[in-house]
């Protein structure tokens, strides 16, 4: 059985780091597409970041291309989500999401690529507040 565990959440002040971990179990991840997505209060789930298990691409939001990077460790069983520069729109609930047959095509492609990942962690809050 998929599943995906987040952790590394937390309350930083603005302009801080801090790094997202996903650990997947229950599957071999190595041909898995991984993605972060992230809800805040009143809003819709919005893609984050999503790499690919097949030739390794990647998908950035506007809103976090180059300060937030998405990586995975096969051996480790673990997606990360490295976040710098944090604003206070980061605050949000952040999820992991996987599946076998989506792609980082998705989400410019699709109007809801969440959609298309059928496994989902419980998510970890992230707070930006001074």
């Known amino acids: 059985q998929v599943q995906l565990v987040e952790s590394g959440g937390g309350l930083v002040q603005p302009g801080g780091s801090l790094r997202l971990s996903c650990a997947a179990s229950g599957f071999s991840m190595g041909d898995y597409t991984f993605a972060w997505f992230r809800q805040a209060p009143g809003k819709e789930r919005e893609g984050v970041a999503c790499?690919?298990?097949?030739?390794?691409?990647?998908y950035y939001a506007d809103s976090v291309k180059g300060r937030f990077t998405i990586s995975r460790d096969n051996a480790k069983s673990t997606v990360y989500l490295q976040m710098n520069s944090l604003e206070p729109e980061d605050t949000a609930v952040y999820y992991c999401?996987?599946?076998?047959?989506?792609?980082?095509?998705?989400?410019?492609?699709?109007?809801?690529?969440?959609?298309?990942?059928?496994?989902w962690g419980q998510g970890t809050q992230v707070t930006v507040s001074s």
């Open positions: 999401a996987a599946d076998r047959f989506a792609g980082p095509e998705l989400f410019t492609r699709e109007r809801y690529p969440r959609r298309f990942f059928g496994s």
């Open positions: 790499v690919s298990g097949t030739d390794g691409s990647t």
